[in-house]
């Protein structure tokens, strides 16, 4: 029962701040170190410094409200945001505090009423229970000037950003001028030269082919790889989880502090080394999705600097619970361009792959010269069909942008569009028309968007203007949280 009073105080602002500053974290970062500065503290604001333990402790608490485990608390991305939420509510209560910004005591009194638990204190007469309020309060583990503060300040908050966040665009007219821009349909026809249809065309030389292999030698390069030797340490479904423990223990310590072997601790746990050749930094392809060997940490460890250069064993790793590895680099292979004779076939196809495509467009170029001189002809072109931005049928990106952007004052037109990779396609557009009758559900949509699109870049200016006058200062970047940083 005493949720929303404890959760009450941040859920407005929290849910105004999701849906209009939702690109309001991705500022400018080029920070730098004071000698006299903490290494923990990663961002100041009006001199006071936000925390790495305080992100910390709130990612953890965030994380366990929504029913996260702990690895999510601890994920770089997860904390990333909520170090942006904390600079964000930093600088609004900055910008609250500047501008002096006060509620009425009828005001709060009217917001207070909108609370179950405290309208619920109203007597049949009108008047309030002072007493109950108290209590009930008290219940939460708070005063009465404790959560009328925060409720103000909440409140001013809110206040803040609705007014910095109303934008109001000049007229009706102009939604209606975008929204038009969206429905004008355009009569198009396309004529495609696609690389496939050359291919057969395409017949390169033995000396292009020897041409373009030493020219993109790097191309055919095999990746850096190793050779491995590795141990698993399972725990027994009927092994007593103390018992476990202690040989897990006894598994790191040997594997760590032997590090120029795993003998000692296969011959000590009684393992067998296992061995695995040609480890790329992406893991090794076919191998079972249990197999250590897919787990990441155990990939990043073998490519460390003391694992390649050393020939050390890697720390001990836990990859999933009971089971423990640990593993070494035998030989490293280093990145080595394949002779061509290894890759004739691959060159080959490369190379004809670009021929087609040179030919394609060398034959979409020499009809859009034809083209362009009597666009009026529709020879070759297929079937038309009428496409605007709100139903572009198949054109889609860079088509779609060329094919509108043609002036509607000089049609018929041409237009040449290269589709990387694939080819060319021509477009003839024929005619421009406004449909009979607009959409209304639709119109409604796109004026709301334009009116939060106008808010929100209203909102971050409006921001931005506060970070500045609130000096915020990048200290430290958020590093990757180490292992049970969030746990406390």
Do not use: C
């Not at 094919?403 to 396609?425: E, F, H, Q, R, W």
């Amino acid at each position: 029962m005493l949720d929303s009073i404890r959760q009450h105080r941040r859920f407005m602002m929290f849910f105004v701040m999701l849906l209009i500053v939702p690109s309001f974290v991705f500022f400018g970062v080029s920070g730098y170190t004071d000698f006299f500065e903490q290494e923990t503290d990663l961002i100041k604001v009006n001199g006071k410094a936000i925390t790495a333990q305080e992100v910390d402790n709130s990612a953890k608490r965030q994380s366990e409200r929504v029913g996260a485990n702990s690895q999510i608390a601890q994920s770089l991305p997860f904390r990333q945001a909520v170090l942006d939420e904390l600079l964000q509510q930093r600088l609004l209560a900055f910008a609250v505090n500047k501008l002096q910004l006060r509620i009425s005591d009828q005001a709060l009194t009217k917001n207070l009423a909108t609370i179950p638990e405290i309208k619920a204190l109203y007597k049949p007469d009108g008047s309030f229970d002072n007493t109950r309020y108290r209590q009930l309060l008290a219940n939460a583990g708070m005063t009465i000037e404790q959560f009328e503060g925060g409720q103000r300040f909440d409140l001013m908050i809110q206040q803040f950003v609705t007014s910095a966040a109303r934008t109001e665009l000049p007229a009706p007219k102009i939604a209606n001028i975008i929204s038009a821009l969206y429905e004008s349909e355009r009569q198009v026809q396309s004529i495609q030269f696609t690389a496939a249809e050359f291919v057969s065309k395409a017949n390169p030389t033995e000396a292009e082919l020897q041409d373009f292999y030493k020219a993109n030698s790097r191309l055919f390069e095999t990746p850096e790889r190793i050779d491995i030797e590795f141990l698993v340490l399972r725990a027994d479904p009927k092994e007593d989880a103390k018992a476990f423990g202690e040989k897990a223990d006894q598994f790191a310590n040997l594997t760590y502090d032997q590090s120029d072997s795993l003998k000692p601790a296969a011959d000590k746990l009684k393992l067998s080394i296992q061995s695995v050749k040609g480890v790329s930094r992406g893991g090794k392809a076919g191998l079972p999705a249990d197999h250590p060997l897919n787990n990441q940490k155990v990939i990043q460890a073998l490519f460390g600097d003391d694992a390649l250069k050393n020939k050390r064993n890697i720390e001990a790793v836990q990859i999933t619970p009971g089971v423990f590895v640990s593993a070494r680099v035998t030989q490293l292979l280093p990145a080595e361009v394949l002779p061509y004779s290894a890759v004739a076939s691959e060159v080959k196809r490369q190379v004809t792959v670009r021929s087609a495509e040179k030919l394609a467009s060398a034959a979409a170029a020499e009809r859009f010269i034809a083209a362009e001189k009597n666009p009026s002809s529709a020879a070759g072109f297929a079937a038309p069909i009428w496409v605007s931005r709100n139903k572009p049928a198949n054109l889609v990106g860079p088509a779609l942008d060329a094919v509108m952007a043609v002036d509607p004052g000089k049609l018929p037109a041409v237009i040449s569009v290269t589709n990387a990779g694939s080819g060319t396609t021509l477009y003839r557009i024929e005619q421009v028309r406004q449909p009979p009758a607009a959409d209304a559900k639709v119109r409604q949509a796109q004026s709301q968007q334009i009116q939060a699109l106008a808010a929100q870049a209203e909102f971050v200016g409006f921001m931005s203007f506060w970070r500045n006058e609130a000096n915020v200062k990048v200290i430290n970047p958020l590093k990757q949280a180490s292992a049970g940083s969030a746990g406390g």
